[in-house]
């Protein structure tokens, strides 16, 4: 490696981003999880930044890596539900670094469609998932050099090995004169929570600490969310829980042993993701890399680990809003840091653009948060956060459309209950209900204060705030 070249290179840093699919911060080590232990993702946060307060603009995958690549929102990328895929002219932050001169590659799961429009593009070298993907000898599929499609690739093995070797043997052929980018996207934690047979056994010995709220009682929420599909004896007990219900339960006692069946797979699925997370560090170790490489890793959106009795996403309660984001870069970001400001999926692409020191993806609504990782939080950063989920009413949970915002201390949401001809969106038009949380007595979310007058005042402001982020992003209200 020549000097001038390798000067260049330690002045514009390499960006690995790692994202899974599904994983709440509560199960994190670093973010105080009691369920499980993750010794290689704590290593970021040990080493780097830990954010408490990242939040999805719509919790649920396709819409969100859509927020993450493009830098905006649903409403504006047209990505408003599972089934709307990404139109891929759009621009996205790993085309501005490929345009830069950097070395870009996307691995692993995609889940923005495929075919001529949606493939991915911006990268040097892809191979994806096709969809959902497998958990077990996966194939994959390579986009061709000449950019004419993609070459089938089938071989056994498990899908987060896989994708770790694929991105290690990625970084190994680049060049060491010009900075690289991969996206390395996991399938796992995703439904149905297959794990490796290195795993398949962690945790039979033991229960897992069931969360505070599994009994909820919905008694305060709105009814269409008391609706909703998505309870622990919603699980299908072969597919999802691979055996059938002991005979002989009652209620009580079922739930709870749906509750262990199910989180045991989800994080024997995590403890894979650690493990490659752990070679993945180890390997910027072993080649010099670790100090110009920014380290990421997040999750397209939160989950519900029994939490209210559910399991899945898609709704803006903090369990499913919540992506964890951990992020390392010793040449520039102090060790051991934690930041509770707000900070968005729509705000990824201008933060990696402005590391990479690229202009950012024309047309993208987020906001930098560079400041945030140096420590200089500005003066005027968000306090609030706009949120929407378009598919009303989908045949697999019967969650319902909704809106609203989270301030630092509060959350409303709109349940505009419509599925505006949104594709994946089904179902009747229902009638508007709203839900109030007051996050400081209430951090859990158990009671929807929305008919209490003492909150009157606070509701006014907070409808108040919910216009002037539609507004905004310009978003439509309905309701
Ligand atoms: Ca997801």
Avoid at 126 to 139: A, E, F, K, S, T
Avoid at 259 to 274: G, H
Wanted: proline share 6%.
């Amino acid at each position: 490696m020549k000097d001038t070249a390798k000067s260049s290179a330690e002045q514009r840093p390499n960006l690995l981003f790692i994202m899974s699919d599904d994983h709440a911060a509560h199960a994190i080590g670093a973010y105080g999880s009691v369920i499980n232990k993750t010794p290689n993702l704590d290593r970021i946060a040990n080493d780097g930044i830990r954010f408490d307060n990242c939040f999805c603009t719509n919790s649920i995958c396709t819409p969100s890596r859509a927020a993450i690549l493009t830098g905006t929102y649903n409403h504006v990328n047209g990505v408003t539900t599972l089934v709307t895929h990404m139109d891929n002219g759009l621009p996205t932050f790993p085309k501005q670094m490929q345009a830069a001169g950097y070395q870009t590659a996307m691995i692993g799961k995609w889940h923005l469609g495929h075919g001529p429009t949606h493939d991915p593009t911006g990268f040097d070298h892809w191979r994806v998932l096709p969809g959902q993907g497998h958990y077990h000898n996966p194939v994959m599929l390579e986009g061709r050099a000449d950019g004419s499609g993609y070459e089938v690739v089938e071989r056994g093995g498990y899908v987060t090995d896989l994708i770790t070797e694929d991105a290690i043997d990625w970084l190994d052929q680049c060049d060491s004169d010009r900075p690289w980018m991969a996206l390395v996207h996991h399938k796992a934690p995703h439904r149905h929570w297959e794990p490796s047979r290195t795993h398949a056994l962690l945790y039979d010995d033991i229960d897992i600490p069931e969360p505070e709220t599994m009994f909820d009682d919905h008694e305060t929420r709105a009814n269409v969310v008391k609706a909703m599909e998505m309870r622990l004896m919603d699980l299908d007990p072969i597919t999802d829980l691979k055996a059938p219900v002991p005979k002989g339960l009652n209620r009580t006692e079922e739930i709870k042993w749906r509750y262990q069946r199910y989180i045991k797979d989800y994080l024997r699925t995590i403890a894979s993701i650690d493990d490659g997370v752990g070679r993945l560090l180890d390997y910027l170790d072993t080649t010099d890399q670790a100090d110009n490489t920014i380290v990421v890793y997040t999750s397209d959106q939160g989950f519900f680990l029994g939490d209210h009795g559910w399991f899945d996403k898609r709704m803006m309660y903090e369990e499913s809003l919540q992506m964890p984001l951990l992020v390392r870069y010793p040449n520039r970001v102090d060790a051991g840091l934690v930041e509770d400001s707000i900070v968005l999926n729509v705000d990824f692409a201008a933060t990696f653009c402005e590391l990479a020191g690229v202009e950012p993806p024309a047309g993208q609504q987020g906001s930098s948060f560079l400041p945030l990782l140096l420590g200089k939080k500005p003066d005027d950063w968000q306090t609030s956060m706009y949120y929407r989920y378009w598919m009303h009413r989908d045949n697999d949970h019967n969650v319902p459309a909704h809106y609203g915002v989270r301030t630092l201390t509060h959350k409303l949401i709109c349940y505009y209950n419509d599925p505006l001809d949104q594709p994946g969106a089904s179902g009747p038009i229902d009638p508007v209900e709203w839900e109030l949380f007051d996050l400081e007595i209430d951090p859990l979310e158990t009671t929807n204060v929305i008919d209490d007058p003492v909150y009157a005042s606070v509701q006014i402001e907070l409808k108040t705030e919910l216009g002037r982020l539609q507004d905004r992003v310009g978003d439509t209200p309905i309701a």
